[in-house]
C-alpha cells in the first residue's frame, strides 16, 4: 500500500516533497498548500479578516517554536500556576494542530536535503 498522494488545497497539484509543503487553518481543518500557493492566499486573505484564517502556517521553525512556547506554559499552568481547565484546553489548541499536520501531511512527503 503506497502513501496517499498530498494535493495542494488551493491548485490541486500534487504536492512532490516537504520543502515545497506548507500546512494552514482552513476553515479549522489542516490543510496542505504549495509554498507559493500560501502566500497568493495570504494576500488575497488580507483584504478579507476572517476567524478561520491563520497566516501562519503549521509546519516550520516558528511553528515549532510556538508550539514548545505553548507546551512549556501548559507545563506551568499544571505544576506552578493554578488556572481552570479551559484555559488547560485553549493552550493545546496550537499543538494539536502541530501534531495533526505533521501526522496526516508531512509524514506522507519525503523530506529533500
Known sequence: MGKKAVVCNRCNKEITDRHDLMTGNVKMTVRPFHEKCFKKRVEEKKER???FFDAMPFNG????????IFLLLFLA?????????????????????????????????????
Open 61 to 68: 521553525r516558528y511553528a515549532n517554536v510556538m508550539t514548545v
Open 77 to 113: 499552568f499544571l505544576t506552578f500556576i493554578e488556572v481552570p481547565g479551559l484555559a488547560l484546553v485553549l493552550v493545546l489548541i496550537y499543538p494539536i494542530y502541530r501534531f495533526i499536520s505533521w501526522v496526516a501531511i508531512e509524514l506522507r512527503l519525503p523530506s529533500k536535503s
Open 49 to 51: 479578516a476572517s476567524m
